[in-house]
């Protein structure tokens, strides 16, 4: 098949777009690629004036199309979705394409796939939450297909020497600041963890938090040293601030420091549960009290946090790669030449039926 993948491309580092085309290019099909977020204009006009935002929206989905057109692809597969419109989708499945979606990011009110949902023929969600929505839409086609890890990537490193004052050896946290995860690292203070990611300079001056920032932007090749450096990671999952809605998700990053041989300590995600057992592939916590008394625990029991680690690793690597994700996408697809006839949702596979356990 020729596969035309939409997704975006930072110029600095891979990305999960690179990851979900390397393991579609192992399949042996023919992969067109595109970048949906190559805009005419800077981001801060943008923000400043909405008509230059569609405007430069408008023009990414023109040459999306036109290269549709001239690929002439028999699948075409948009990541996130947030850029392309109702009106490119109808230009190419004209062009005979089947139009697949793979959700990358929680809900939010300005989505644009709330309204362009119902144009594809397959629709697949990182996160439950996600495919809920598309059910109450009366889309009851859609299923749950999470992130994963890509091997080549997210593997276990030796740091040692200067690499270990630099990346740590203790508890870390990756991620942007958001309020939820700054008072739930506050409440671990006394366990220094290290924090990396954007975002944190929006702490108050006064904050115990700051002398723990390390670094704001960091890559793929940091995170894998991260993870094998430090004895505990941990994962405390995005919410909307707003609360408007539910946010089941697994984070990249769990899969990632898990494939890198981590011993992963989170908050417990409703998907990660559904795809992980507590205290045998992770470790999850209940609220503050819970996870500084685990943080406690595990960093003295050092057998016991690398017999979870071993069995976490083991367990990504041979149900969580992006090699297994793509191969689910394409067996779906092709056995569903169009979506099933609406069916009751009581009977619709619950998510730990969708992918294996």
Same mark, same amino acid.
């Given at each position: 098949?020729?596969?035309?993948?939409?997704?975006?491309?930072?110029?600095?580092?891979?990305?999960?777009?690179?990851?979900?085309?390397?393991? !579609?290019?192992?399949?042996?099909?023919?992969?067109?690629?595109?970048?949906?977020?190559?805009?005419?204009?800077?981001?801060?006009?943008? @923000?400043?004036?909405?008509?230059?935002?569609? #405007?430069?929206?408008?023009?990414?989905?023109?040459?999306?199309?036109?290269?549709? @057109?001239?690929?002439?692809?028999?699948?075409?597969?948009?990541?996130?979705?947030?850029?392309?419109?109702?009106?490119?989708?109808?230009?190419?499945?004209?062009?005979?394409?089947?139009?697949?979606?793979?959700?990358?990011?929680?809900?939010?009110?300005?989505?644009?796939?709330?309204?362009?949902?119902?144009? &594809?023929?397959?629709?697949?969600?990182?996160?439950?939450?996600? !495919?809920?929505?598309?059910?109450?839409?009366?889309?009851?086609?859609?299923?749950?297909?999470?992130? /994963?890890?890509?091997?080549?990537?997210?593997?276990?490193?030796?740091?040692?020497?200067?690499?270990? #004052?630099?990346?740590?050896?203790? =508890?870390?946290?990756?991620?942007?600041?958001?309020?939820?995860?700054?008072? !739930?690292?506050? /409440?671990?203070?006394?366990?220094?963890?290290?924090?990396?990611?954007?975002?944190?300079? /929006?702490?108050?001056?006064?904050?115990?938090?700051?002398?723990?920032?390390?670094?704001?932007?960091?890559?793929?090749?940091?995170?894998?040293?991260? &993870?094998?450096?430090?004895?505990? =990671?941990?994962?405390?999952? &995005?919410?909307?601030?707003?609360?408007?809605?539910?946010?089941?998700? =697994?984070?990249?990053?769990?899969?990632?420091?898990?494939?890198?041989?981590?011993? =992963?300590?989170?908050?417990?995600? @409703?998907?990660?549960?559904?795809?992980?057992?507590?205290?045998?592939?992770?470790?999850?916590?209940?609220?503050?009290?819970?996870?500084?008394? @685990?943080?406690?625990?595990?960093?003295?029991?050092?057998?016991?946090?690398?017999?979870?680690?071993?069995?976490?690793?083991?367990?990504?690597?041979?149900?969580?790669? &992006?090699?297994?994700?793509?191969?689910?996408?394409? /067996?779906?697809?092709?056995?569903?030449?169009?979506?099933?006839?609406?069916?009751?949702?009581?009977?619709?596979?619950?998510?730990?039926?969708?992918?294996?356990?």
């Amino acid at each position: 098949m020729r596969i035309l993948v939409s997704g975006y491309h930072n110029p600095h580092y891979v990305t999960i777009t690179e990851y979900i085309e390397r393991a !579609m290019r192992s399949t042996g099909h023919e992969l067109i690629t595109f970048n949906d977020r190559d805009h005419v204009f800077p981001g801060r006009l943008r @923000k400043k004036f909405n008509f230059l935002q569609k #405007l430069s929206v408008a023009s990414i989905n023109r040459a999306l199309v036109k290269l549709a @057109k001239q690929a002439r692809p028999d699948v075409v597969l948009v990541t996130g979705g947030h850029r392309i419109t109702a009106n490119a989708l109808r230009s190419m499945s004209k062009l005979k394409a089947q139009l697949a979606l793979w959700t990358t990011d929680a809900p939010r009110a300005s989505d644009m796939m709330f309204a362009t949902g119902p144009l &594809y023929n397959h629709l697949f969600c990182h996160g439950t939450e996600y !495919m809920d929505i598309f059910h109450q839409m009366g889309l009851p086609h859609a299923e749950w297909l999470p992130m /994963a890890c890509d091997p080549e990537i997210h593997r276990c490193v030796e740091v040692s020497g200067e690499e270990k #004052l630099k990346f740590g050896g203790g =508890v870390v946290f990756v991620g942007s600041y958001y309020p939820q995860r700054s008072e !739930m690292l506050q /409440a671990v203070l006394r366990h220094r963890p290290a924090i990396w990611g954007p975002g944190w300079d /929006a702490l108050s001056h006064g904050s115990p938090l700051r002398p723990l920032i390390r670094a704001a932007h960091t890559t793929p090749e940091t995170w894998v040293r991260l &993870y094998s450096a430090n004895k505990i =990671v941990l994962s405390v999952h &995005y919410r909307d601030p707003q609360r408007r809605f539910p946010v089941h998700q =697994v984070s990249p990053r769990v899969f990632e420091a898990m494939a890198c041989g981590a011993f =992963v300590l989170t908050d417990r995600q @409703k998907d990660v549960l559904a795809l992980f057992k507590d205290g045998e592939h992770l470790v999850t916590f209940y609220d503050e009290v819970d996870l500084d008394r @685990k943080i406690a625990f595990y960093m003295e029991h050092a057998d016991e946090r690398r017999r979870i680690a071993a069995a976490g690793r083991r367990k990504v690597l041979e149900h969580h790669t &992006y090699g297994c994700r793509i191969h689910r996408l394409l /067996a779906r697809m092709e056995a569903m030449d169009s979506p099933p006839s609406p069916s009751p949702l009581s009977t619709s596979p619950t998510p730990d039926q969708r992918i294996a356990a």
